[in-house]
């Protein structure tokens, strides 16, 4: 039986970077695009508090060092996928849609309908770099709906046809 022991994290600013640190080596190098632990992050906060939660990283660091921490990466991520870009930001984004299991042509109708992505933004995103996620989302999108749709049904543009189709 493993046994956690809450640790203080009063007076020990070290444990943000120790939770972090913790976070992208055993959670996040496990996810191949960036895309996708802007996913993952985005995932783990609260949509009624803003406040990110992480069962595991809060039995080892405490809550308010593992929200810190997830707060940090989900902001590091964010500003990574903007540093991208749009081949990079197209070529992580066909990474990240590869472990969908979903039909592809159907995933990016209706991301292009919904704009799921929008709720990935981290709440410290800047106005400016909200735009700019959001417009070249949806350039991306709109490029990848178009060769899908012109691959036809059940057939993905970006992967070599199986011999006999």
């Given at each position: 039986?493993i046994r956690?022991?809450?640790?203080?994290?009063?007076?020990?600013?070290?444990l943000?970077r120790g939770?972090a640190?913790?976070?992208?080596?055993?959670?996040l190098?496990?996810?191949?695009?960036l895309f996708g632990k802007?996913?993952?992050?985005?995932?783990?906060?609260n949509?009624?508090?803003?406040?990110y939660?992480?069962h595991?990283l809060?039995?080892?660091?405490?809550?308010?060092?593992?929200?810190?921490a997830l707060?940090k990466s989900?902001?590091?991520?964010?500003g990574?996928?903007?540093?991208f870009?749009?081949?990079?930001?197209k070529?992580?984004?066909?990474?990240?849609?590869?472990?969908?299991?979903?039909?592809?042509?159907?995933?990016?109708?209706?991301w292009?309908?919904?704009?799921?992505?929008?709720n990935?933004?981290p709440?410290?995103?800047?106005?400016?770099?909200?735009?700019l996620?959001?417009a070249d989302l949806?350039?991306?999108?709109?490029?990848l709906?178009?060769?899908?749709a012109?691959?036809?049904?059940?057939?993905?543009?970006s992967?070599?046809p199986?011999?006999g189709q």
């Amino acid at each position: 039986m493993i046994r956690y022991q809450m640790r203080s994290t009063k007076d020990t600013p070290h444990l943000s970077r120790g939770a972090a640190s913790d976070l992208w080596r055993n959670t996040l190098s496990q996810i191949p695009s960036l895309f996708g632990k802007l996913v993952y992050l985005s995932s783990l906060r609260n949509a009624n508090n803003g406040r990110y939660e992480h069962h595991g990283l809060a039995l080892l660091f405490g809550e308010d060092e593992a929200n810190k921490a997830l707060k940090k990466s989900h902001a590091q991520a964010f500003g990574e996928w903007l540093t991208f870009n749009l081949e990079q930001q197209k070529a992580d984004l066909e990474v990240y849609f590869r472990d969908i299991t979903d039909d592809r042509h159907t995933v990016l109708k209706t991301w292009v309908k919904l704009a799921p992505y929008r709720n990935l933004v981290p709440a410290s995103a800047k106005k400016e770099d909200r735009q700019l996620y959001v417009a070249d989302l949806t350039a991306i999108l709109t490029v990848l709906k178009n060769a899908s749709a012109a691959a036809g049904p059940g057939r993905d543009a970006s992967r070599s046809p199986k011999p006999g189709q």
